[in-house]
């Protein structure tokens, strides 16, 4: 998984057909059927607390993760298993996660919603809708305070929009930005719904980058189905942010063609016409279709691709199956921080303030 991430360069829509586009047309397949094997699992009871998959959004995740490079910060709300497999996260530890096994990325003690893999970069899944992004803007912040060059995305849907951190966040952004100092790239998965209230009926503005243009963030739109586009932008994105230390907004818009979460199964906010129309526009239809035109890529090379996800996703639920679950006396560990943060020596605090 993390090949795909590793390979990249400053390509965009290439022509050429650079074998790192094969590569991610392969991450979203294994994202989708990893997803797919969740959905199963849950209903088996295998999977308890929440699920939320990320079915037909996958380019939004493959193709700004792909753009990153290492020591780069991710934080996403609950919908959060295609960041960490696009990351590079072993896919049998987030599935042993969402079964909530000792193995898991969080110790199987924070399930679908809390993935958390800082080696990888995955700063949290966050399962308080926009709670992570006064987090996020916190994180570029610090990025720039400690005189890196890293740069932090923040994933979040329509909904959390409507929340008050996400004001709060916008505004300390947009401010610290004017000094270069909030090297930030928001990502609005712009799904069209949040829960079951549509867009249209939770928005008072549907144009949600204007939304965060209000706060002196500037941003665009981008087709979240088409993984060539969300590259495009990305690149150029991740590269001006890096420079200028300035927040920057991608709103993508996509289609969840799951419910909002596993439980959520008649759907009676949407018609069937509706998620039916939106299938035709899948992601990774999108791109196969497009590498088949462009660079001859076969069904064969497709069938190849799906048998190999196919293994990778069995291998990850057996791996979560077979793990144990927490002991009863570790149900207290890594609650609090054993050591905390570290106090600020009194030579600091002096050095800081003269
Ligand atoms: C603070 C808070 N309020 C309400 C909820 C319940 N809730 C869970 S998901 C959700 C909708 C979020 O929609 P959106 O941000 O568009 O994300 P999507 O599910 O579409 O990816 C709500 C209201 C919550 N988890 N946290
Ligand atoms: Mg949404």
Known sequence: MA???????????????APEWTELLRQMIFIRRFEEATENAFRRGKIGGYLHVYIGQEAV?????????????VFCGYRDHAQALALGSDPGRVMAELYGKRTGISKGKGGSMHLFDVEHGLYGGYGIVGGHLTLAAGAAYSFRYRETDNIAVCYFGDGAMNIGSFHEAMNMAGLWGHQGMCPIIFVIENNGYAMGTSIERHSALTDLAARVRAY???GEKVDGQDLFAVRGVADRV????????K???IEAVTYRFSGHG???ILQPYRSKEEV??????DPIGILRARLGEVCGLTHADVKAMEEWAAEEVAKAVKFAEESDPPAASELFDDVIAEHGPRPVAE???????E
């Open 3 to 17: 090949k795909a991430k590793k390979e990249s360069g400053a390509a965009v829509a290439d022509p050429a057909c």
């Open 61 to 73: 995740a493959s193709g700004i993760v792909s753009a990153l490079q290492p020591g780069d910060a």
């Open 216 to 218: 002196d963030i500037p």
């Open 238 to 245: 991740v590269r001006q942010v890096r420079e200028t230390g």
């Open 247 to 249: 927040p920057y907004c």
């Open 262 to 264: 596993a439980a959520d």
């Open 276 to 281: 039916e129309k939106h299938r035709h526009r």
């Open 347 to 353: 030579s600091d605090y002096e050095s800081e303030h």
